[in-house]
């Protein structure tokens, strides 16, 4: 093999080891779940509107006899508010149990196919469903039940192509080195397009929520236009030239407290690349983990069922969060919005922090477990806001570093982990699929959350009870905190012998 070295400082610091097509791949990634995100958040940031419209009005239902019945039933669903709030509840159920089944589905498809295909396919697709959904529907003045919860079905599943496919292909050109890092802030995705898609939203809402729809459908659209011709999956397809492994253990998770292997050690070799000779034979494709083994890896199942119970939480905030602002305080729908993106800045900081520091201490589930220790009093602390926007925007940041740095790290930078360990090695196409068992899992639980919560909706008494399913999250991954905290108390022990 021919070495060649593209930076002349080795060990000259941590971002010497990527390339640009490492931003690339970074880049295209980020922004194709950020449409996503935008286009599926603004569902939620419209609902006011979108019940409005479902439901008649005060001079329809005050004068019955210049407006017959039959005549305002053929354009509003329901007869009242609770009716339209309670079938946007079902609407999020329908989405999350179909998102769920898809992930299971679309892990496995993915760790198969190209997962540009698969990508590309999910966020077209995605987002002719929500143009149908939300925009031609109102354009042609056409209602019906059956029809949003056939589209809803429809948009879960092929919304379940995405995740799963991103985070295998971050998992392609980024190690072990950095991952929580890099991870973490790359995680913050979901929340840039909360973001964007409140400020979407917002901004066109007073000329009708179709439009919001058709904004944030367009953009996603692009965007997986934009992945299907420019998006590298891995440096394998970077012609020959692709980079030597830097991470010597690169396939064992930090949740491991295994000693290195003899004889390895860590390289940082300032991007140093080989160049595949003409005669050499190319490396065999590594088979795809099957799904029932993936299931069955260490850390797989307890980090399934954490992030089931962080999820129910995430995303009772994530579909209904602009609803309480709006309902509970009294704040127009455009105000509301614009509120509510506080809770996603608190999730990309605490995400990105969180993630910076597990990667200092070398392991993850410590980490999670002081921030969701005080993601409780975070969640009991926001129950009792007053009506007063700034300190309701810092109580949500707070809450939000708390909880979504936790559901970050764990649908990202812990599931590149888990689907990169030492019971891979013979089998390396494996990042998909368990990407989608934690994340489909996590759905699960978000769904069965829009299930039982769906009378609280406006009470404060919703925040409470999420405050204490923290602590179930805490008890799942109890096993791993203390194997954790043991390999470091060993780590100190044997640093202490040494000195």
Known sequence: LLV??????????????????HLVA??????????????????????VSIS????PSVQNASSPAFSPGETWEEHNLFADSDGATLFLGVLDTIFLFSYAVGLYMSGVIGDRMNLRYVLSFGLCGSAIVEFVFGTLTEWLQFYNIYLYCG???????????????VVAVMGNWF???GRGFVFGL????ASVGNILGAFLASSVLKYGYEYAFLVTSVLQFAGGVVVFFGLLTSPKEVGDLRPVERDADSHRPLMSDEEDEEGSEEVCDGGYYTIRQGDEEPRETPKAIGFCQAFCLPGVLPYSLAYACLKMVNYSFFFWLPFYLSRNFGWKEAQADRLSVWYDVGGIIGGTIQGLISDFMGKRAPVLAVSLLLAMGALVGYSHSPPDQVVNAALLATTGFFIGGPSNMISSAISADLGRQEALRGSQEALATVTGIVDGTGSIGAAVGQVTHTRDR????????HAYTQKYVIVFILPLIVTEIRAMWRDRQARTHEL
Do not use: D, I
């Not at 971002?15 to 640009?20: D, E, K, R, S």
């Not at 406006?458 to 009870?465: F, I, L, Q, R, Y």
């Open 151 to 165: 589209l809803w079905v429809l948009n879960g599943l092929l919304q379940s192509a995405v995740w799963p496919c």
């Open 175 to 177: 190690g072990k080195s």
């Open 52 to 55: 409005a419209q479902w439901t």
């Open 458 to 465: 406006e009470s404060t008494h919703m925040h409470t009870v």
């Open 26 to 47: 970074f880049l295209l990634t980020f922004f194709s779940y950020v449409f996503l995100h935008a286009s599926r958040k603004t569902f939620s940031n419209v609902k």
């Open 4 to 21: 060649t070295p593209v930076m002349s400082s080795p060990c000259c610091g941590f971002l010497a080891q990527y390339t640009h097509h």
């Open 186 to 189: 790359w995680s913050a995705c």
